[in-house]
């Protein structure tokens, strides 16, 4: 019998699949109807993993249909959070029949916890549910293939929540892509640009790394420009699994981040997309220029915690919303950064435009105590230059160490610290014969074995030098409300130093300078 397959991206008006007939939609390509979907009783029509199905009028399907998703590898015990891209009787245990029955769950509010899931009901329409992988799944690496059979569902569907956000309370709400194609993130914030922030939260964790966080994010681009194609509308930020895509495929679940007094999330035929993934979902392919860098802690179990630090004109050194962006606490490891009268700890934050003398509060947090590594990574804008420098000042230490030269390896016990780590800027001020034209209010050189500071506006309390490696070469007794400060820098062999200049206003600023031994 004839058995037509689609290995492009084809296009018609409306499909029936009559009484004997097969369709199959193969692994990278599309079908675009305009019209409904229609398939006899003992007609077979299967959406390949990979594949798309898209519709554009707001009409009725018939008939039933499979879709075949694949995760990417996986462990025995790890989960999965799905949502089906069908209609009809499909139950949770028929979807997953060996999974065990207690390990099925779905996201409750206003509680904001996970509960088991009734298995012998069909998908809620834009729900997405926690499922553990089959119980027979291997312990190693192994691709999880699920098969949706259903109605392929179509049109405008709005999903709501019990009740509005108010301030935490309702503040995530779990929903999944309800169509066999995927979704466009760009239009799917757009449509809903009343109703969230527009922060999403994917779920990937490998199971038994408990220093991990099981959340990648993606949070709004406050350097968006919308008249321009290539400007990212998204910034990334990773949980060590995460895949950084525009896309959200078939079949996938995940949280968002609701406005406040918001309550449902509207899914249309207009954000559907015929492209799953590949080049053609990466956010842009202009060069990036804002001033934003990450930072990674990590430990000798593979526990890994990221954070973004961005200085845009866009935001405010206090919470905005839909850019400054809450971690989700359930890992073991943290590190993410504070904001002023906020009590959530953030793994993105955006910052008013860029000022050296701007400090970041830190919040670490282990529940194993042993040697971890923070790293710069990902700069961008000044921080990708020479001249701007992101420190780590370690103040149980007293360690002032540039993570722009090197990544910086410390202990620590267990613990949840709010006030060890910081934070701060060093733009280069470079020290020769004589000292360089400088619009900051405190210029600091070196000059015939001296380090000279002068301070244009603020009194001069302290002055500490270190080298790159944080540690401390030299420093001034306390000082009272002088503007000028000379300092010998006897045995201080030639040389970049950190000079961290403290004000009698309790400000810190930190110039790197060079020395020549003299």
Do not use: C
Request: charged fraction near 15%; charge should be negative.
């Amino acid at each position: 019998p004839f058995q037509p397959e689609i290995t492009t991206h084809a296009q018609a008006y409306s499909l029936t699949v009559d009484t004997g007939g097969s369709l199959v939609v193969k692994n990278g390509s599309s079908l675009t109807l305009q019209g409904a979907v229609s398939v006899a009783a003992d007609g077979f029509m299967l959406i390949e993993n990979g594949a798309n199905l898209v519709q554009v009028q707001n009409v009725s399907n018939s008939g039933s249909i499979r879709v075949q998703k694949s995760t990417r590898s996986l462990l025995r015990l790890d989960y999965v959070i799905w949502s089906s891209p069908v209609s009809g009787s499909q139950t949770l245990k028929q979807f997953s029949p060996q999974t065990l029955d207690n390990r099925f769950y779905a996201h409750q509010l206003p509680s904001n916890t996970w509960v088991e899931a009734n298995t012998q009901l069909p998908f809620a329409p834009a729900k997405g549910y926690m499922i553990r992988v089959p119980n027979t799944h291997p312990t190693t690496p192994t691709v999880w293939t699920g098969q949706f059979v259903g109605t392929p569902q179509n049109g405008t569907l709005t999903v709501s929540m019990p009740a509005p956000r108010n301030n935490n309370q309702n503040r995530y709400f779990l929903v999944g892509n309800p169509y066999p194609s995927a979704l466009d993130m760009k239009q799917f914030l757009d449509i809903n640009a009343a109703n969230i922030t527009g922060v999403y939260y994917f779920y990937r964790k490998t199971n038994g790394v408990a220093g991990r966080s099981g959340y990648f994010i993606k949070s709004k681009n406050p350097n968006y420009n919308p008249n321009d194609p290539t400007s990212p509308r998204f910034l990334f930020t990773n949980n060590g699994e995460g895949i950084d895509q525009n896309v959200i495929p078939s079949g996938q679940g995940f949280f968002v981040e609701m406005a406040q007094g918001a309550s449902q999330i509207v899914f249309t035929n207009a954000m559907r997309v015929a492209v799953e993934s590949g080049v053609l979902n990466r956010d842009g392919d202009s060069e990036d220029t804002s001033n934003r860098y990450t930072l990674n802690v990590t430990d000798a179990q593979g526990g890994f915690s990221q954070i973004q630090v961005g200085h845009y004109e866009a935001t405010t050194a206090a919470y905005d919303s839909g850019y400054d962006t809450p971690a989700f606490e359930d890992s073991s490891l943290l590190l993410g950064s504070l904001i002023a009268n906020q009590t959530e700890t953030f793994a993105v934050q955006a910052l008013d435009a860029f000022d050296a003398s701007v400090t970041v509060p830190l919040r670490f947090k282990t529940q194993t105590a042993g040697t971890f590594t923070l790293t710069l990574a990902d700069v961008s804008g000044l921080f990708a230059q020479d001249g701007t420098q992101v420190m780590l000042e370690d103040l149980t230490s007293g360690v002032l160490h540039s993570l722009t030269e090197a990544p910086f390896v410390f202990t620590s016990e267990v613990g949840d610290f709010t006030s060890r780590f910081r934070i701060v800027y060093q733009q280069t001020t470079l020290g020769l014969e004589n000292p360089i034209a400088s619009t900051s209010p405190i210029l600091a050189y070196a000059q015939e074995g001296n380090l000279y500071v002068k301070s244009s506006q603020e009194s001069i309390r302290a002055i500490a030098v270190y080298n790159l490696q944080g540690q401390l070469l030299t420093q001034t007794q306390p000082l009272t409300e002088i503007a000028n400060v000379q300092l010998p820098l006897n045995n201080v062999q030639s040389q970049l130093v950190l000079v961290q200049v403290q004000t009698v206003e309790g400000s810190v600023k930190t110039h790197k300078v060079w020395v020549n031994s003299f």
